[in-house]
């Protein structure tokens, strides 16, 4: 009973009609297993998931999916933590990519824990989200990230070889009119899955934010801006904002991100709260990596604005 019920997945009202009895002799049977040691359950994880906190944000923000890393030590570097929430990341997209996806990824510190801790995938294709911004080393760029999952998988890879910020919309067009960066965004309606970083609005948590020189980063936080995915910028309600960035960065538009059916989006800490907040209320997000420092105050924001039913 056992062997049918946990490995080979019958109900157990399947398993009742082929041993003859009730379905509730069958569930105390297996509660018996359980108690008795005959059966054990394990789970395989890179780092401790706060299980109620996940399934209280999963439910407060209607995920499909949500990931809450334990609270670490205060004293615990940020890098630790930016490689424990990567690599249940990475666990995840392993255990749910198939080869018919077609898999996008955007250029983030977190996400490049991810790849960095990918160790198996089906052969499908990778594509770059958006461009590689200035002054990064070469094995952080998004060039690079896509060309380490590309190297796991087999799959063919897609690269935007040129900046993530451009200085006016005449030289962004003209780029994205070049045939390799053209092939690349020509794949962007085809994604069926992306793997996306939450930044909020202030320095050092967003890489367009950090890109801009101040008078640009001003003007767009008086429009209201307090999230960043992909170089697309979202208000406190999650609705998208409009501002003179989209005409200059190479990125895949609000439109095309927002028609990918599944898209996972790693954003942690305390400071990224009311970002990931933002995010999680466009209806972008299907699945949330996160840790408990960033996800307890979010289940509060939730609380306190509750999604329209």
Known sequence: MARRFYVQGASKLEIADEFGMSRFKVARMLDTALESGLVRIEFDLPAPIDVDLSDDIRRAYRLDRVLVLERASEKEPREVVRKQVGALAARLLEEIATPDDVIGLSWARSVNAMTEAIRTLPRCPI??????????????????TVSRVTSVSGGDSYPIFGPLVLPDRRTTEILRHQPGIAETFAQFGKLTKAVVSIGSWEAGESTVYDALDEA????????????????????????????????????????????????????????????????????????????????????????????PS
């Open 127 to 144: 594509v770059q989200l958006c461009g590689v911004q200035a002054g990064m080393d070469m094995r952080g760029r998004s060039v690079e």
């Open 216 to 307: 640009e980063r001003a003007a767009i936080a008086a429009r209201g801006a307090t999230a960043e995915v992909a170089a697309r910028l979202f208000d406190s309600d999650g609705n998208s904002l409009g501002t003179g960035l989209a005409h200059h960065v190479l990125a895949i538009s609000h439109e095309e991100l927002m028609a990918v059916p599944e898209v996972i989006a790693i954003g942690y800490s305390r400071p990224k709260a009311e970002a990931v907040d933002a995010v999680l209320r466009s209806g972008l997000v299907s699945t949330l990596v996160t840790d408990a420092a960033a996800a307890v105050p979010l289940l509060e924001l939730a609380r306190a604005r509750p999604l």
